[in-house]
């Protein structure tokens, strides 16, 4: 899609948008270049929320005033590598989830910045870099505590110092695998549950005498691991 049909498209997608929801936004641009993610090797940012506030009288955050940025450029080097994009869904998708960042800047509130935060450690964790292995904590967990994000689900369980079975909660069903004894720090990909896609991060707990020491956070492992039955563990 040309620069000038993204341009027009984005304009009439925002005015479709009711009022009620853009209230507070400026509106909408559409820059012609390409922005590369400011850490991530080949990511390419697809739209920004520009927010500037304006304090109260108080000293408070007070008004909070934002500009969503597309970035045309972004979504062509996108293209490049997905013959298949469909451009409308992913500028839809893009100014939705922009909009959504200006209305958490207006109410004080973090849950989508966290959100993106541990989406870019999960793409670090993907791609073989340095990653923060508890980066799934930060995004709401459902009822049986696991974490969904991009396709994967993120189970905790924490052991004490000398368990060598972690038990976990999965769809209904309770599950254990196997843990050596000299790990401190897992993460194991479960391979016979969620297609592969399920992980438990399991965490021993260090002794008092080491807590009190205040010694380096565990080695990170990964493995994979076969889950069974508890019942039949």
Same mark, same amino acid.
């Given at each position: 899609?040309?620069? /000038?049909?993204? #341009?027009?498209?984005?304009?009439?997608? $925002?005015?479709?948008?009711?009022?009620?929801?853009?209230?507070?936004?400026?509106?909408?641009?559409?820059?012609?270049?390409?922005?590369?993610?400011?850490?991530?090797?080949?990511?390419?940012?697809?739209? /920004?929320?520009?927010? /500037? $506030?304006?304090?109260?009288?108080?000293?408070?955050?007070? $008004?909070?005033?934002?500009?969503?940025?597309? $970035?045309?450029?972004?979504?062509?080097?996108?293209?490049?590598?997905?013959?298949?994009?469909?451009?409308?869904?992913?500028?839809? /998708?893009?100014?939705?989830?922009?909009?959504?960042?200006?209305?958490?800047?207006? @109410?004080?509130?973090?849950?989508?910045?966290?959100?993106?935060? =541990?989406?870019?450690?999960?793409?670090?964790?993907? @791609?073989?870099?340095?990653?923060?292995?508890?980066?799934?904590?930060?995004?709401? @967990?459902?009822?049986?505590?696991?974490?969904?994000?991009?396709?994967?689900?993120?189970?905790?369980?924490?052991?004490?110092?000398?368990?060598?079975?972690?038990?976990?909660?999965?769809?209904?069903?309770?599950?254990?695998?196997?843990?050596?004894?000299?790990?401190?720090?897992?993460?194991? #990909?479960?391979?016979?549950?969620?297609?592969?896609?399920?992980?438990?991060?399991?965490?021993?707990?260090?002794?008092?005498?080491? #807590?009190?020491?205040?010694?380096?956070?565990?080695?990170?492992?990964?493995?994979?691991? #076969?889950?069974?039955?508890? =019942?039949?563990?």
């Amino acid at each position: 899609m040309r620069y /000038e049909a993204f #341009r027009a498209l984005a304009g009439r997608m $925002y005015d479709e948008i009711p009022a009620a929801f853009r209230v507070g936004i400026s509106g909408v641009t559409a820059e012609r270049d390409a922005k590369g993610h400011p850490t991530l090797p080949n990511i390419w940012t697809l739209g /920004e929320c520009v927010t /500037e $506030y304006w304090p109260d009288s108080l000293g408070g955050l007070g $008004y909070a005033r934002s500009e969503i940025v597309l $970035y045309h450029g972004s979504f062509e080097r996108l293209a490049a590598d997905d013959a298949g994009l469909e451009w409308k869904a992913e500028l839809w /998708e893009t100014m939705l989830h922009e909009l959504l960042h200006h209305r958490e800047a207006a @109410a004080d509130e973090d849950g989508l910045d966290l959100f993106d935060w =541990a989406a870019d450690q999960n793409f670090r964790r993907l @791609a073989g870099l340095d990653f923060d292995p508890f980066f799934h904590r930060v995004v709401p @967990a459902d009822l049986d505590g696991a974490v969904r994000l991009e396709g994967e689900t993120f189970v905790d369980v924490r052991l004490e110092s000398r368990t060598t079975e972690a038990t976990f909660v999965w769809r209904g069903g309770t599950w254990s695998l196997r843990v050596p004894s000299e790990i401190g720090l897992l993460w194991a #990909r479960v391979r016979n549950l969620a297609g592969g896609r399920l992980w438990v991060i399991v965490e021993r707990r260090r002794s008092w005498w080491r #807590r009190v020491g205040g010694p380096p956070r565990h080695e990170l492992w990964v493995l994979d691991r #076969r889950a069974l039955p508890a =019942a039949a563990a």
